[in-house]
């Protein structure tokens, strides 16, 4: 029975390393460029910077903003710094890129004034339900955050769901993703690498 109950432990803890597909940082060199455009016709560019402190950074600049993106050891989104906008959290970290069911928290830099001497940060909780193998991915969504109903100060609840599509590329960056939310299509793709 030991030995049973031991098997079951190695497997189930070896599962997510299989089904774990992070930005391959190891294999890609400082300085590489990541070209991408989107539905909406919007283009920017995004540079390795390198490793600083525990984390990989990826730096991106568009016509109307610029920000780094912070990525674990196993190449997972944990941060992104924003020149506008306000930055962005996630705990542990941004787990779309896990194969399963997973859950994570985002914080999001920006406050809301609730009163002229008070401010309430909010935060979100999602989960991702991931399937798929080879490259190939599929994802729902589901997204809890907390917000005032418009004109008042009273809380609420919203829920959404929305279904990705995510194909990976060279570094395991993800070469294309699409999302239908609301039932409106929208995707971003590399169409460079150099």
């Known amino acids: 029975m030991k030995k049973i109950i031991s098997l079951l432990f190695i497997l189930l803890w070896a599962v997510p390393a299989w089904a774990d597909f992070g930005v391959d940082f190891k294999s890609m060199k400082k300085g590489t460029k990541i070209y991408y455009s989107t539905s909406s016709g919007a283009r920017w560019v995004t540079t390795f910077k390198g490793k600083r402190g525990k984390f990989f950074v990826l730096e991106s600049r568009s016509s109307k903003n610029k920000w780094k993106s912070f990525y674990n050891r196993q190449g997972h989104l944990v941060r992104v710094e924003r020149k506008k906008g306000g930055d962005s959290y996630f705990e542990p970290y941004q787990c779309g890129r896990q194969v399963g069911t997973c859950n994570m928290i985002t914080h999001d830099g ?85």
């Open 110 to 194: 920006r406050s809301t004034n609730v009163s002229s001497s008070r401010a309430l940060r909010l935060q979100q909780k999602h989960v991702y339900q991931t399937k798929g193998s080879d490259g190939e991915y599929t994802a729902i969504h589901t997204t809890k955050k907390l917000g005032f109903k418009p004109g008042t100060v009273e809380m609420r609840v919203e829920t959404v769901k929305d279904k990705h599509r995510l194909t990976l590329t060279k570094y395991n960056l993800i070469g294309y993703f699409e999302e239908v939310k609301k039932g409106k299509k929208t995707w971003v793709k590399i169409t460079k690498i150099e």
